[in-house]
């Protein structure tokens, strides 16, 4: 339960900056970092079993069928980036404090961000490959959310769309790729999937999963040919760059490649794609880094060209690239998010990032300057800085490639090559900005930030200082717990001291410090043979492409889409009679040997009254009303035959829905125009009859087999079981809320969000409102007759006295949640229709009904998830029986808060439809402003 804490701690972090903001900005903050900060001593506290090479684990059933479980797995690679993502994360919340404007929502940002956290938390810590995929989604989502927050500019909603579409993408190949490693290893439990590395590469899907796989982390992670996205994210606000940069979101590809190292790395095609793919990466980026004149620009594709230094160590497929490779993530996200908040104090303080109007800097900030400087520094990878060591133990590894054969030495030729290009984007970025002259035309004279502002940066660098100048002392147990969990077998031998001695690899970072700064004072040349090339918007040849899409969408649409809903019914039932026209070409064998059961006065009668009033209701179909009320006799004669066929649950269920469907049909009939459209010409009319006989007789042929054959069904495990196992005699019920209770819980979920979507339909919907019937009779003066309203206000008490009782006995008596929930909402909808809107609002102002779908699904999802508590599946229902003075015996059943929620959701989709529908027509309609 304490590894639990890690994720539920951010998950109530979301809710917290909701609340706290009304008490001020600074304790707002305070508040959201408290969060974070109770994670990490969960964190601390953890460690020394870390240290010690364990595999701590806490693991809740979820749906054991399908080896789903609630798997938090805490191995030394998850506990590094853990305290990567909750350590710059709290820092990130400190620097926001004082980054944001007081015009921008504080509370929905911190919000937006610990959502973020909780996501990649959710990924480092997953034990479940498809609990990982949920997270790594909850990524892109949360990203989306944040790279928008300034929504009012274009360049932030077009980079949160390219960022959520190609991530997405991404995801799905992701989800393909977990599900062929879940078939092929026999379970989804990251632990098994980790062990069986030789039966995952020696299958036959190994390449497809390879490819799946590596789609998502590169889609992630911003590797060539994907890493457009990345730079277009700058949209976002600086924190937000500072953590997805340095912490989350691009980080999360180079976890996934770490964490599948033991399973998918050891092969020639791994080589191959990842260590190509992280190669042209780093070059491309590095290149690109150059020419920004953006200092977040610049930043952005220097993570790129890092990303891929580090997918091109894990390519390399050595267990020393392996360890530099978890090397260079700890340094890259100190340096990277320093780098980030100093880029946002420039920009804060100068109001503008430009490059060429950002001179002189050093003279107005020095504080800013030498820490800006000295992370620079250590992204360029100058001697007693972090990157220094990550990058001489990359150049080293690029010496060890053979497999190349011939054109092995290509490897270390280009990575010495994207150190010069990281030393010259590097020395550009402190010469002009706090060098290089006065700034030009700024409209603020530029000045040091708050005190506070700095803090985060402060520690940051520092810590790059002391891991260049104390390496063994500071991270080198960190290193070894993370690459132990990366190769999963004994680490071999490596040295972090400073110096080496005079080797290649020394050479190859003199030849990069000295080319650097070569080519940066060549940079007007550079500046003119980059300007020759045709210029290349990424975000707008996205555009372009969506557009084209979407154009695309829409003229199929409109080919399959005429608005007709003749041809959609003609395509599915033609379907259907595809299917299942051939077998049914057998008559003889058509029929089975059961007997059919004597026909009576009653059925024929129910007979004859379902048939009357389906076809009164086609003849008569222009006369609404009465159509209306035939179709529901149909209604009434199914609930019927519910009952005569024993099923008093349905028959209950069925009259309840009938009576809120010719509401909302009275309702929606009043809103529809006067006059009906013509009746089809003579010719449909006979095309129509035809195909509506053929597909009738198949539909009837169908039900006579079926009928006429013995019923193998499973009714009889439930009937048995419903008693002991569910603790209720009404097998349906008990079925409802525990055999089938997640297929209840995503019904009622799905009502929720349906019942929100056509409420926030009608905010917006402007309807006619007809003064007269469809003959021309004016509507009576009286709206609400008297006799109604003292009648109706007279039955509501016996009504909801009903419901409850209802519900009380649906656990062993024909009943529960749904039907007294539908009980309750007519009730609730004859006062509107007797007393108006105008009448009962006031008395009801306190009744939100998007509050009870909100609380009725969470009851229903807690009481699942109360289940865990007793390490249970979730969802398991338990009951007791207890003796209570005066009352004897009584059950008591966890199923009825289950049922509890079912029965508030229903109530609150009900009401918050009909009622607001049946507002269209007064002076309470909805508003838009009235809920938001």
């Known amino acids: 339960m304490l590894l639990s804490a890690l994720l539920i701690l951010p998950l109530l972090g979301v809710l917290v900056p909701l609340w706290a903001h009304q008490y001020g900005r600074t304790r707002c903050a305070w508040a959201t970092a408290a969060a974070p900060a109770l994670a990490l001593l969960i964190l601390f506290l953890n460690l020394p079993g870390i240290a010690d090479g364990q595999v701590l684990a806490s693991r809740a059933t979820w749906i054991p069928a399908l080896g789903l479980e609630w798997h938090v797995r805490l191995d030394g690679l998850a506990w590094l980036f853990a305290l990567l993502i909750l350590g710059i994360g709290l820092l990130v919340i400190l620097y926001a404090r004082y980054y944001l404007s007081e015009k921008d929502s504080m509370a929905r940002f911190y919000s937006y961000l610990m959502l973020f956290m909780l996501a990649m938390l959710g990924v480092v810590l997953s034990g479940n490959l498809i609990q990982l995929w949920m997270f790594w989604e909850l990524t892109s989502i949360s990203s989306f959310l944040l790279i928008s927050f300034w929504w009012h500019k274009s360049e932030a909603r077009r980079g949160a769309r390219m960022a959520l579409t190609i991530t997405g993408a991404g995801g799905l190949f992701l989800l393909a790729g977990f599900l062929m490693l879940g078939q092929v290893v026999g379970s989804y439990d990251l632990d098994q999937v980790l062990a069986q590395g030789d039966l995952i590469r020696e299958h036959a899907w190994y390449p497809a999963i390879l490819i799946c796989v590596l789609l998502g982390a590169f889609t992630k992670s911003a590797q060539f040919p994907f890493h457009f996205w990345l730079p277009h994210a700058m949209a976002a606000p600086t924190p937000v760059s500072a953590y997805l940069h340095s912490a989350t979101m691009v980080k999360a590809g180079i976890f996934l490649l770490a964490r599948m190292y033991p399973a998918l790395a050891g092969t020639e095609l791994w080589f191959v794609i990842v260590s190509s793919v992280g190669m042209a990466t780093l070059l491309v980026g590095g290149y690109f880094a150059l020419y920004k004149h953006d200092l977040k620009g610049l930043l952005a594709y220097s993570t790129v060209s890092h990303l891929g230094l580090i997918t091109l160590l894990l390519g390399l497929d050595t267990q020393l690239a392996a360890i530099a490779a978890v090397f260079h ?61 990550s990058k001489e133990m990359f150049f080293a590894e690029t010496l060890q490639q053979e497999l190349l054969g011939g054109l092995s030495w290509l490897i270390p030729a280009l990575a010495t090559l994207a150190g010069v290009f990281s030393v010259a984007y590097s020395a550009r970025f402190i010469h002009d900005v706090f060098f290089n002259g006065e700034p030009i035309g700024l409209d603020r004279t530029p000045h040091e930030p708050p005190r506070y502002m700095k803090i985060p940066v402060e520690i940051l660098v520092a810590l790059c200082l002391l891991v260049g100048i104390l390496p063994s002392f500071t991270v080198d147990g960190l290193l070894r717990m993370a690459s132990g969990a990366v190769l999963a077998t004994e680490l071999p031998t490596y040295n972090l001291s400073i110096w080496h001695g005079f080797n290649f690899p020394l050479l190859m970072s003199v030849i990069a410090l000295i080319g650097g700064i070569t080519l940066y004072s060549q940079r007007k040349r550079l500046f003119l043979f980059h300007s020759r090339f045709e210029r290349f918007d990424a975000s707008e040849t996205f555009e372009r492409q969506m557009q084209k899409f979407l154009a695309w969408a829409v003229s199929l649409q409109a080919k399959v889409d005429n608005q007709s809903f003749q041809r959609y019914l003609f395509a599915l039932l033609s379907l259907a009679l595809l299917m299942a026209a051939t077998p049914l ?138 008693k002991s196992g569910g603790g209720g005699t009404n097998a349906v019920n008990v079925i409802l809320v525990d055999f089938r209770g997640f297929d209840t819980l995503g019904e009622i979920t799905v009502l929720g969000i349906a019942a929100l979507g056509i409420y926030k339909l009608l905010l917006r919907l402007r309807l006619y409102m007809p003064a007269s019937d469809g003959e021309g009779r004016a509507w009576a003066v009286e709206r609400h007759p008297r006799m109604l309203a003292t009648l109706s206000q007279s039955l509501l008490p016996l009504a909801l006295l009903v419901s409850v009782y209802i519900f009380l006995r649906g656990h062993n008596l024909p009943g529960g949640g749904f039907i007294a929930g539908l009980v309750t909402a007519v009730a609730m909808i004859l006062q509107y229709v007797a ?62 808060a289950f049922d509890l929620g079912v029965y508030l959701t229903v109530v609150g989709a009900t009401l918050l439809i009909l009622a607001n529908l049946g507002k269209m027509t007064t002076v309470a309609r909805p508003q838009r402003q009235a809920e938001e």
Request: a neutral charge; proline letters at 4%.
């Open 329 to 389: 993530i700890i340094n890259h996200a100190t340096f990277k998010a320093s780098l980030f908040m100093a880029a946002g104090i420039i920009d804060h303080e100068c109001g503008t990032r430009d490059m060429r109007y950002l001179n002189g800097l050093w003279r107005y900030m020095p504080h800013t300057a030498a820490l800006a400087m000295v992370a620079a520094a250590a992204m360029a990878g100058v001697p007693l800085l972090n990157g220094f060591l």
């Open 835 to 896: 007393h108006g809107v105008d009448w009962l609002q006031p008395r009801l102002q306190h009744l939100k009904y998007q509050r009870m779908i909100a609380w009725g699904v969470l009851i229903s999802t807690m009481t699942g998830m109360a289940s865990w508590l007793f390490d249970r599946p979730f969802l398991t229902s338990w009951f007791d029986y207890l003796h209570w003075p005066l009352v004897g015996k009584f059950e008591i059943a966890s199923a009825i």
């Open 585 to 722: 070409l057998d008559l003889y064998h058509l029929e089975g040997g059961r007997e059919l059961h004597p026909l009576d006065g009653v059925s024929l009668m129910g007979f004859v009254l379902l048939a009357v009033g389906s076809v009164a209701t086609v003849i008569w179909h222009q006369q609404r009303l009465v159509s209306l009320l035939m179709l529901s006799v149909v209604g009434l004669v199914v609930s019927v035959a519910f009952a005569r066929f024993s099923a008093p649950d349905l028959a209950l269920t069925q009259l309840a829905v009938e009576v809120v469907t010719v509401i909302l049909l009275m309702l929606a009939l009043f809103f529809l125009p006067q006059k009906s459209h013509p009746d089809s010409s003579p010719s449909r009319l006979v095309r129509d009859l035809g195909l509506a006989a053929v597909f009738g007789g198949i539909i009837g042929s169908i039900s006579y087999a079926l009928m006429t054959r013995p019923l193998d069904s499973i009714s009889h495990f439930f009937l048995e079981n419903s």
